[in-house]
């Protein structure tokens, strides 16, 4: 009975990583979604670009309004810099916090496999003409590369911004995704309410600094397609320009909301259970009124009035989408 023993404690030890799936599908889900708004049969993007050539050279009215367009993409470019990295450097100082040695190294292996699937995904998506590609990043690099107001070395500079942009994009949310995961790693009935608390808190702290990061990641997909409308002086292929980013940018505010409660539900309440059956144990309560002031006490309490603040966080992505709509460029 003992190698039986020993595999369910290896599972135990590892059973956190399961809290994964339910965020992964979801983006996963939005993906496909989104794949499937364009009809590959019927690209738009010869039809676009011809539209944009036609414009021709802005006048100076317009070359005002693309120099203000190109600096508030360049301040969210810098904020799409910034804000990954500090995710990622508070995601590792919390994961070695929270898990031991051997389940840092295999959740950092998981992390390392998953991040180089969905950076190979994007890539591949990105040499088959994917919708995610043609609609995010070649719409406006696209656009920028015909309208003939840009040389090939400021084309490059864009490029290589953009792409790290994208990279860090792809990375950071996998940190988030493993730190997530490591707040309710061994946990077990005898853990102390202190360090129940600890956790809890530490995983508020993930969900904040991951609303934080989409809601940057919004922002800039929004300004960044936007800067398109403002090569035009055509105002009806402005307002198409800017329908699109608004739209594209409104799509992933709600995809990047949803990713975020699948992120937060289920560890929360895994948490919340664990608690629960902590306060039988120890008896802290005698009655459900003092198990769940003991519980709000310790921000363990799963009821809506004690989680608000962490579902303002989770709707931030959603609500930052119309805020990126209202910057124009024009």
Not at 34 to 50: I, Q, T, V
Not at 88 to 111: D, E, P
Not at 296 to 311: A, D, M, P, V, W
Request: aromatic share 10%; proline share 5%.
């Amino acid at each position: 009975m003992q190698p039986i023993a020993v595999e369910s404690e290896t599972l135990e030890r590892f059973r956190h990583l399961l809290f994964m799936l339910p965020p992964l599908l979801l983006y996963a889900l939005a993906v496909v979604l989104f794949e499937a708004s364009a009809d590959p049969d019927k690209p738009f993007s010869p039809l676009l670009l011809a539209a944009v050539q036609e414009a021709g050279v802005p006048g100076v009215e317009q070359a005002l309004a693309e120099l203000k367009a190109r600096l508030v993409w360049l301040a969210a470019a810098l904020l799409s810099i910034v804000v990954p990295l500090v995710a990622m450097l508070y995601c590792i100082v919390t994961l070695r916090r929270s898990v031991g040695r051997g389940q840092l190294i295999i959740t950092a292996a998981i992390g390392a496999l998953l991040g180089a699937a969905i950076l190979g995904q994007l890539t591949f998506g990105a040499g088959q003409g994917s919708v995610m590609y043609e609609l995010v990043f070649g719409f406006t690099y696209s656009i920028l590369a015909h309208a003939g107001s840009f040389g090939d070395e400021y084309l490059q500079k864009v490029y290589v911004i953009i792409a790290l942009i994208n990279v860090l994009a792809t990375i950071a949310p996998v940190f988030i995704l493993m730190t997530t995961c490591a707040t309710v790693a061994s946990l077990a009935i005898e853990d102390d309410p202190e360090h129940m608390a600890v956790r809890a808190r530490h995983l508020k702290e993930v969900i904040a600094v991951a609303s934080v990061f989409l809601v940057v990641g919004v922002l800039h997909m929004g300004v960044w397609l936007g800067w398109a409308s403002s090569l035009s002086s055509d105002p009806g292929l402005q307002s198409g320009l800017s329908g699109v980013a608004s739209s594209v940018s409104a799509y992933w505010g709600v995809a990047f909301t949803t990713v975020l409660i699948g992120a937060y539900v289920p560890p929360a309440w895994y948490l919340n259970k664990r608690a629960q059956a902590l306060v039988r144990e120890i008896g802290q309560a005698t009655t459900p009124e003092e198990a769940e002031q003991w519980l709000s006490e310790r921000g363990l309490s799963f009821k809506f009035s004690n989680q608000l603040t962490q579902y303002l966080s989770i709707i931030a992505p959603f609500l930052a989408a119309p805020l990126s709509a209202t910057m124009s460029f024009n």
